[in-house]
């Protein structure tokens, strides 16, 4: 087996893991959420496990769901690095990318406006973002946003909707679907992750991926799902274009492009000049939601 990469990534989400069945799951401090922080962790392990044995020397794990708080490190090879809660820059959200080769995104989902499981891009209060006419996820934008360090993204696993948006976006992508519609009383977690493990393995033969960095300029059109008045409301904010429930944003390059889409939904002009201080907060929320996930469940502890 190749070992051409490393150095890897791994970020990780929850709607497209194993133990997350609906949109209780997904939300912090459920009794479904701390089922599915262990079912995550525990995709995520066996992920890392298979590429530390296939001879990668460094992962390096975003935990990069909600607050950034759900994986319980202490269950993952500690020759890994697991990171929760997010980074301020130069990567939103992920800091320094430091030495890292590609990326493998795991438990992602599909792009906002599209018919698939828990399907949103960054906040479910985004009903459809286009850019350029076409919907955009997140991996592409994660992606994007690593490009100029070089990281390829070369593995990805969500959906069967998330899965083909994945590789429409990111030509040569490693896909590996998880398929929910079974139910999950008839899922077979256990052959599903051993399947999502050797997928993870076999795309570090994936040694063809670039960088994938979407050239500009960019025309991206927000749809709020609240309507027009929140709309207007965070484009008078930032002095967006605003016709009704839509938001209009142009951008000359994918760093603008990627600064306006964070800023409609995470920021105001005033929360921006505080980030580290909103970070750290969010930060401690996280910490508080992982201690109710440990004193939740010892399912983990055999
Ligand atoms: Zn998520």
Known sequence: ?????????????????????????????????????????????????????????????????RTGYNLLPEYIDSRARVLSGYRHGPVPGIGDPDDAEAALFLGMHAASGSNAFLSHTFTSRIQQL?????????????????????????????????????????????????????????????????????????????????????????????????????????????GFDCKGASISLDALDFNELYRDLIRLCYLTPLTEKIVPLALLWYRLYGYFGLAMVRRHTKRLRQ
């Open 1 to 65: 087996m190749s070992n051409s990469f490393k150095s890897v990534l791994i970020i990780a989400d929850i709607e497209g893991s194993s133990g997350c069945w609906g949109r209780r799951a997904a939300k912090s401090m459920t009794e479904e959420w701390y089922v599915a922080s262990v079912e995550m962790t525990r995709d995520v392990s066996a992920v890392v496990t298979g590429l530390l044995e296939t001879g990668v020397r460094k992962v390096t794990v975003h935990d990069f769901h």
């Open 130 to 238: 286009e850019v350029n006419g076409e919907a955009m996820s997140e991996v592409e934008l994660f992606s994007a946003s690593l490009a100029p360090y070089g990281v390829r993204p070369i593995f990805f696993s969500g959906c069967p909707v998330a899965c083909t948006q994945a590789q429409r976006a990111i030509k040569g992508i490693n896909c590996y679907p998880i398929d929910k519609t079974v139910g999950q009383q008839r899922f077979d977690v256990d052959a599903w992750r051993a399947g999502l493990k050797s997928a993870a393995i076999k795309s570090l033969n994936n040694v063809g991926m670039e960088p994938h960095l979407p050239t500009g300029p960019f025309k991206a059109v927000v749809t709020m799902r609240d309507g027009e008045k929140p709309a207007q409301k965070i484009a008078r904010r930032w």
